[in-house]
């Protein structure tokens, strides 16, 4: 079976730190572009990074040089490094696939999605 696993969510304070993982099981991630998104509470659910086949990456403007995204295919796994996290972060992240491998930020582009984890940023 074909799908991605993410793991890693949980509570922060502002200006902390959190790893996210992107799991794959049943495809090799190298071949792949990964893309996180997330949804916050009462929105709609927003492009946060990309990394294509080639390793290209792309960000959203609000978390630019925040966020890093990676991959360890001897792991087959993504990565999205979160620092100096901010309460509006807050939300459901989601690690999609796309076997097209090109990396846009577009929902539509990706094929397997994960469950979620939350991610939450509070004092």
């Known amino acids: 079976q074909l799908q991605v696993v993410e793991s890693g969510g949980g509570l922060v304070q502002p200006g902390g730190s959190l790893r996210l993982s992107c799991t794959a099981s049943?495809?090799?991630?190298?071949?792949?572009?990964i893309g996180w998104f997330r949804r916050a509470p009462g929105k709609e659910r927003e492009g946060v990074s990309s990394?294509?086949?080639?390793?290209?990456?792309n960000y959203a403007d609000s978390v630019r040089g925040r966020f890093t995204i990676s991959g360890d295919n001897a792991k087959n796994t993504a990565y999205l490094q979160m620092n100096s996290l901010k309460p509006e972060d807050t939300g459901v992240y989601y690690c999609?696939?796309?076997?097209?491998?090109?990396?846009?930020?577009?929902?539509?582009?990706?094929?397997?999605w994960g469950q979620g984890t939350q991610v939450t940023v509070s004092s």
């Open positions: 990394i294509s086949s080639r390793d290209l990456t």
């Open positions: 999609a696939a796309d076997r097209g491998g090109l990396g846009f930020m577009d929902e539509i582009a990706y094929d397997y």
């Open positions: 049943g495809f090799a991630l190298r071949s792949y572009a």
